[in-house]
């Protein structure tokens, strides 16, 4: 009982960081929220639902991930909008027999321009892959389920 | 105290579940989240606030919320939209003498239609009636009251 | 890790009593999960970005946080909306060496006027600090970012 108080909270912090990560525009430590064995998908819900595979975003690997960082990084000099994660309490959903979880969450992505306007830009939902470490927990796999219909562009910021 | 810890996680695992499982339209499922002596009831903060009696929804048990499941599944047979439910972190507001809780929390409820255009359709909140069990929490009395306009149909999905 | 976890849980108690009692218009019950050496300061995140001064509301103790909620009862004698918050799962940033802690989240805020029409009002983020007490935790000096620009005004609702 001990220990899976402690796993829920740690798993709060893990998914309560990496939305915080984002909006501060630390996406270098975002990174390091991936384990060595991880990967970063985003897909539409419609995809999903027809059973389609193409992905809005795929890294399918850390070092896929950290490039996709730095080409954002070289592209976008100067930040043209604030995002903001409102995300919701997590879900444990499963617990694996390899001692990983899969957690899920609902967000709501909403971006605000230079001129202070707000705008809702995008709603879905997490599946987080969480692996437990000696020291606190890392991502594995990452599904990015976008309700709504993003532009697929190289130059987007990480949802 | 560890009493009181695992009763707070617990309460979180069940509000994000009852989000998660209307999100993924599992809503047979989300109807087993009710325990045997339970209602359902979506108010306006409107009448809520004129103390006028009328619901928008008013299930006053189990088997009414059942039926209003199986009745939205008979008229929509396919889904027109998707909704997302973002659920603010619960509150314990009281600890009652039967060792039942009430347990409060703010959400929004966006909805994203086939062309993958999200709207805000409600915000709001939850007074959930949660009830011990010998395994895991359940849902007494659920009471919604929602801040926004609705329009009251047979035919919409719980929030 | 026991004292660890309990940490926690408190925090999230009082960082969703916080928007509750907002919500509710329970304001001066909002002023009492201020400690008596508290501020209150809400900027824009523009503001915050070019380093400039200029605050939207600075009360800079718990007296000033008072007087602010008496004049805007005095001046707002019925309510003209409703906010509703939602607030993201908080992150424990930072623990102090004086025991106080940095607890960061994320909002949502929105308004719903008398004809029952919801909108977007702000995004933003909390920075809590949160100040152990005897019984339970306080707030200490509490700094809320804006995304969105705001009308500066002495008749708006703290945030």
Chains 1, 2, 3 share one sequence.
């Not at 501060?24 to 985003?42: G, I």
């Not at 690997?61 to 960082?69: C, E, G, S």
Request: aromatic share 10%; net charge negative; with cysteine.
């Amino acid at each position: 009982m001990q220990i899976y108080q402690s796993e829920n909270l740690k798993v709060y912090d893990l998914v309560s960081r990496y939305g915080y990560l984002l909006d501060q525009d630390r996406l270098e430590e975002w990174v390091e929220l991936f384990s060595a064995e991880s990967s970063y998908k985003v897909i539409s819900r419609e995809n999903e639902s027809l059973e389609l595979p193409a992905a809005m975003i795929w890294c399918d690997n850390k070092h896929m991930i950290q490039d996709r960082i730095a080409s954002y990084r070289n592209v976008n000099e100067y930040n043209l909008h604030w995002p903001r994660h409102i995300i919701g309490l997590p879900l444990i959903e499963k617990r694996n027999a390899s001692g990983s979880m899969t957690v899920v969450s609902s967000y709501s992505l909403f971006q605000t321009d230079l001129e202070g306007q707000t705008r809702l830009f995008s709603t879905g939902r997490y599946e987080f892959e969480v692996l437990p470490q000696s020291n606190g927990f890392l991502l594995g796999h990452v599904l990015v389920v976008a309700d709504t219909g993003l532009i697929q562009t190289l130059l987007a910021a990480p949802i």
